[in-house]
């Protein structure tokens, strides 16, 4: 390549996957690419030590393809440690898929994705996330085994949205009765930002138990009628991140705790939906804890989606689902009590449960 044409954004992508900070040791990475469909997706496994890797397949329109692959590789690195930390027996994955779900989602582009999960024989099972509905799931399920939150009446256990709002809540609540002294949500203001599947759900639950509720969101039809239906407050300031808040709930795409946003939060406690909240894990996540503000780590208390799925491969009912993502609560309170012992932040305590779990089972395996 002539020096002279290359720009310091194509210098740091000399070395695209392995030299990427999001690598993090992937064991595969598949790029997928269909002429007919239009289909251009990517596939990430993380980590398969604990079973095969599950993880929601994610349809977005990413302004580059590097934007997709760093997408795909926090994600199912994510997925990795948040069915470690919940106990579940399986390993990390996800997908994204470039474009635009409304416009260019189709029933065969659909199909010929699951024809690409079916090719890795079970290394990957995916499941719905942002973009994806229950329905597209069931036209993968056409075409390949390998993949979970099926609808209801074909066996599986539908949209994951509501239990992963259920399992942020208890999160929330956890992370209130650490900060606050108590885990009622009444009288609180709490920030939702981001009022899709989970968040409405959340806003529901917060709204029936009497917190005083903002939210935000880019789609102002949506916002409208989310606020009208549960007599919300709509977000009309400037600042979003200084916003006079008790909790702040991220429940839209990640990494909203950044350089610029870290330093304006007001709100005591950060609990939300949202994967890959800290732009930068160890930094932001130390200014936070610098600053006295909780963060519920974000893999632990929106775990509810995969307890969900998992339920399908697991053969266990909604009531069974349900007490696994209650049980988030109590998970939160362990790991910000263990942060609190080792003098670490929240999320480099859950972060080191869910790797003894994982370096434990790579032990048992090896002496199989």
């Known amino acids: 390549m002539n020096a002279a044409f290359t720009t310091a954004k194509e210098l740091q992508k000399m070395d695209p996957v392995f030299g990427q900070l999001s690598f993090d040791d992937h064991e595969q990475i598949v790029f997928c690419n ?62 994204v898929i470039w474009g635009d779900a409304k416009t260019q989602k189709t029933p065969a582009l659909m ?25 597209d799931m069931d036209i993968v399920r056409d075409v390949t085994p390998y993949v979970t939150g099926i609808s209801e009446s074909r066996g599986g256990a539908g949209n994951p949205s509501p239990v992963t709002a259920y399992g942020v809540y208890m999160g929330m609540k956890a992370a209130a009765k650490h900060q606050f002294g108590s885990d009622v949500l009444a009288g609180k203001k709490v920030l939702v930002q981001g009022i899709g599947h989970v968040g409405e759900t959340l806003v529901d639950y917060l709204t029936k138990e009497g917190a005083l509720v903002t939210i935000a969101d880019i ?107 209650e049980n988030i609560y109590n998970t939160t ?22 790797q003894n779990r994982i370096d434990q089972r790579r032990i048992e395996n090896r002496n199989k």
């Open 219 to 325: 789609n102002e039809e949506k916002l409208y009628q989310v606020g009208t239906k549960y007599n919300a407050q709509i977000f009309t300031g400037e600042d979003l991140y200084g916003a006079d808040v008790d909790i702040y709930a991220p429940c839209a795409m990640g990494a909203t705790i950044n350089d610029s946003t870290v330093h304006k939060i007001k709100a005591k406690v950060i609990a939300g939906a949202a994967n890959n909240q800290l732009a930068n894990e160890d930094i932001h996540g130390a200014i936070l804890q610098e600053r006295g503000i909780l963060y519920a780590p974000d893999f632990l208390i929106n775990a509810g989606g995969i307890i969900n799925v998992y339920a399908e491969l697991a053969h266990y009912g909604k009531e069974e689902i349900m007490r696994r993502t």
């Open 34 to 95: 269909d002429k007919d469909t239009g289909l251009k997706a990517i596939i990430g496994i993380h980590n398969s030590v604990m079973g095969p890797a599950l993880g929601g397949t994610r349809m977005f329109n990413y302004a580059t393809e590097w934007d997709a692959l760093n997408d795909v590789l926090r994600l199912s690195r994510g997925m990795t440690y948040k069915a470690a930390i919940t106990g579940l027996n399986i390993g990390g994955g996800k997908a």
């Open 333 to 354: 309170l362990e790991i910000i009590d263990y942060a609190v012992a080792k003098g670490i932040t929240t999320h480099q305590a859950a972060l080191t449960i869910a």
């Open 111 to 135: 199909r010929k994705f699951g024809e690409f999960v079916h090719s890795l024989s079970g290394r990957y099972i995916t499941a719905e996330d942002v973009g994806m509905e229950t329905s």
